[in-house]
């Protein structure tokens, strides 16, 4: 029997660290939306984990804004749906300095989600068309607003075609210096 979200949560809690990605499978609306556009995605959202005291916390760019969140919360949200860990590979140093970077970037400017722009990204890659998308920095999808964090640690590849809107399943897919925890 395959184990639930939150049971695979808690046998893999005491692993998961500050600077850690968490990537989403859901089953929502939006969800299942992203993973029909994105032709073989599995993954549908992601976030950074942070760590204040021992209580994790999920940073990332959703409905309500970018904003930490309990991450045991989140993730028990995400009722029969699925998560996987990225780490990288990089020392506990650079890890430090970019998370310290999206955090400055997350308290410099309130950014609020970009439906507009997700919604083109998802039409292109749905239809294959290549309608422009115009980036705003004020205004994030969650993959978007984790990028500059994983392109620094090196963790992904960029896409070749950067007029493409980075997805959360492009974080497997361009997975370079990063581990993944199941």
């Known amino acids: ?26 089953k929502k609306a939006l969800a299942r939306t992203i993973q029909e556009s994105d032709s073989d995605a599995y993954l549908n959202h992601v976030g950074v984990v942070g760590e204040m005291g021992k209580a994790l916390f999920i940073i990332d760019s959703n409905a309500n804004g970018v904003h930490p969140e309990r991450l ?14 990225l780490r990288s590979e990089k020392s506990n140093y650079a890890i430090q ?9 997350q308290e410099s400017i309130k950014i609020k989600y ?14 294959k068309t290549k309608f422009k998308t ?23 590849l960029p896409l070749e075609n950067m007029n493409n809107l980075f997805f959360p399943q492009d974080y497997i ?10």
């Open 1 to 26: 029997m395959k184990e639930s979200i939150s049971e695979k949560y808690y046998r893999l809690r005491p692993l998961i660290k500050e600077g850690d990605l968490i990537l989403f499978h859901g």
């Open 134 to 156: 115009k980036l705003q920095s004020d205004r994030n999808i969650c993959s978007m607003f984790v990028l500059p964090y994983a392109l620094e640690l090196e963790m992904v």
């Open 72 to 85: 045991s919360e989140r993730v028990l949200s995400y009722d029969n749906g699925d998560f996987i860990i």
């Open 114 to 127: 970009d439906f507009k722009n997700g919604f083109i990204a998802l039409i292109n890659r749905w239809f």
């Open 97 to 105: 300095k970019a998370f310290s970077k999206l955090m400055k970037r």
């Open 173 to 182: 897919r361009q997975l370079n210096n990063a581990i993944i925890i199941e």
